[in-house]
C-alpha cells in the first residue's frame, strides 16, 4: 500500500543565505557603533586638552555627555537592542553639544588656533541620524550639521578660523556625510530587491511542490482506488455465499479506513520559509486596506516556519483584519487597529489583531457564519496551529493566531 502521506523535501543542497533589509540595517548600524567608538577614542586626547579653556565643570560634563551617548550607540547596536532609539539619541546630543560650544567656552583666546573636538564626530553623527531617520530628515541633518559647526568654527570660540577654512571643513563633513548616506540607501534598495525576489522564488517553490505533491497524492490515490475500492467492488458483485459476503464487507470496511488515513493526510512541503517574508506580507495586505493598522514586530529576526504554517497564519491574520474593518466600527467613534507579530523562539510565531471597536460575544456568533470558524479557527487547527478569540460587546476585539499549537504561552 503505498504511505498514508507525502512529503515534498526541500533541495539537499543547502540553501543560500541572501542578504535581507534587516541583515542590512544591523551592519550598517554597528558599522556606525564601532565608528563612534573608534572617532570618540581619537577625539580624547583633544577634549583632555581644550577642558582647560570651558567653564569650570563644563569640560568633564560634555565628556561625559557625548562619550556616554558613543558608549550607549556602541552597546545598543552591538546588541542590536533599541537600536533606532540610541542612534537617534547620540544624533540629538550631539546636535546639542555643537549648539552649546560658544556658551560653554570660557577662554576663547585659549582656543585660538584649536580645533574643537567635537569636529571628528562630525561624520559619526550624520551616519546614526541615516539608521534612526526617514531619508529626507537623515538628509537635512548631514547638512545642517556640518553648516552649524562651519559657524561655530568661524567664532573664537571655535578657533576663529578663516571663513574659507571653516566652509571647507563644513563641505569636507558634508561630502562625507552624503557619500555614508548614499551608500546606506543603495544597500537598502539592494536588500529591498533581494527580499522581494527572494520572496517570490519562494512563492513559486511553493506553489511547484504544491501542485508536485498534488499530483502525487491523485497518483495514490487512484492506485488506492483500483487496489482497494475496485477489488472490493468487484468481490462483492461476485458474492454468492454468506463468506463471500462477508469477506466482501470486511474488504470495504478495510477499504473505507484507508480512504479515510489518506484524506487525513494531505500533501505537505518541508520548506521553510523566514518570519519576516510573512511580516512583509501582511504590510502589503495592510497597504490595500483603506483603514490603518499599527504595525507591532517582536522577535522576528532567526524564525523560520514552514510554508504550510506562514500560509495559515498569513489566510487567517487577513480574515481576521477584514473582520475588524468590517464589522469593529462604530458611528461617531474612530476605531484603533493594532497588528502585532511576535517570534517564539526559532520556529514558532503568534499574531495579534485588536482592534477598540464595538465587539460582540463570540458564542452567539451563528454556526452558518464561517468568517470565523472555518478561515480562522479550522485553518489554523488543519495547519498544525491554534486560534484564540477574545470580545465583549463595547470592549473591542483580539484575535490570537499561532504556530505551532502551545506557541501563545511561549513554547513551541
Not at 462477508?246 to 478495510?254: E, H, Q, T, Y
Not at 464595538?358 to 495547519?383: H, K, T
Amino acid at each position: 500500500m503505498p504511505s498514508a502521506e507525502w512529503r515534498v523535501a526541500r533541495p539537499a543542497s543547502r540553501r543560500r543565505t541572501s542578504v535581507s533589509r534587516g541583515q542590512v540595517e544591523t551592519i550598517t548600524a554597528r558599522a556606525v557603533g564601532v565608528a563612534g567608538l573608534v572617532f570618540g577614542a581619537q577625539t580624547v586626547p583633544s577634549a583632555l586638552a581644550e577642558a582647560s579653556a570651558l567653564r569650570p565643570g563644563a569640560g568633564a560634563a560634555l565628556m561625559a555627555v557625548v562619550y556616554g551617548a558613543v558608549a550607549a550607540l556602541a552597546v545598543a547596536t552591538l546588541s542590536k537592542v533599541a537600536v533606532r532609539a540610541a542612534c537617534l539619541a547620540f544624533a540629538a546630543l550631539y546636535l546639542f553639544a555643537l549648539l552649546s560650544w560658544p556658551a560653554l567656552v570660557d577662554d576663547p583666546a585659549a582656543m585660538v588656533g584649536q580645533v574643537p573636538w567635537l569636529y571628528f564626530l562630525c561624520t559619526v553623527a550624520p551616519a546614526a541620524a541615516v539608521v534612526a531617520m526617514p531619508i529626507w530628515w537623515a538628509v537635512a541633518y548631514t547638512i545642517v550639521v556640518p553648516t552649524i559647526y562651519g559657524v561655530v568654527r568661524v567664532l573664537p570660540a571655535g578657533g576663529g578660523a578663516e571663513p574659507l577654512l571653516a566652509v571647507l571643513d563644513a563641505t569636507y563633513a558634508v561630502i562625507l556625510g552624503i557619500v555614508v548616506l548614499a551608500i546606506i540607501s543603495m544597500l537598502r534598495q539592494a536588500a529591498v530587491g533581494v527580499d522581494q525576489a527572494q520572496e517570490a522564488a519562494l512563492q513559486r517553490y511553493d506553489l511547484a511542490a504544491r501542485l508536485h505533491a498534488n499530483e502525487l497524492e491523485r497518483a495514490k490515490v487512484d492506485a488506492l482506488v483500483h487496489d482497494s475500492v475496485l477489488t472490493t467492488l468487484l468481490s462483492a458483485a461476485a458474492a454468492t455465499t454468506p463468506d463471500g459476503q462477508a469477506l466482501a464487507a470486511r474488504m470495504a470496511r478495510d477499504a473505507i479506513a484507508r480512504l479515510d488515513d489518506a484524506g487525513a493526510a494531505g500533501p505537505r512541503s518541508l520548506e521553510r520559509v523566514a518570519l519576516g517574508v510573512l511580516v512583509r506580507r501582511l504590510r502589503t495586505a495592510i497597504g490595500a486596506f483603506n483603514a490603518s493598522f499599527t504595525v507591532r514586530v517582536v522577535n522576528a529576526g532567526g524564525v523560520e516556519l514552514p510554508v504550510e504554517a506562514v500560509e495559515a497564519l498569513y489566510s487567517a491574520a487577513v480574515q481576521a483584519m477584514v473582520n475588524s474593518l468590517q464589522h469593529a466600527d462604530e458611528s461617531g467613534r474612530a476605531t484603533s487597529r493594532e497588528l502585532r507579530i511576535r517570534g517564539v523562539r526559532a520556529n514558532g510565531a503568534v499574531i495579534e489583531i485588536a482592534d477598540n471597536g464595538v465587539g460582540f460575544d463570540p458564542a452567539s456568533v451563528p454556526r452558518e457564519r464561517l468568517g470565523v470558524r472555518v478561515s480562522i479557527e479550522e485553518r489554523m487547527a488543519n495547519a498544525g496551529g491554534t486560534s484564540k478569540i477574545e470580545s465583549a460587546p463595547g470592549h473591542g476585539t483580539t484575535i490570537v493566531v499561532a504556530w505551532p499549537t502551545g506557541a501563545i504561552g511561549g513554547e513551541p
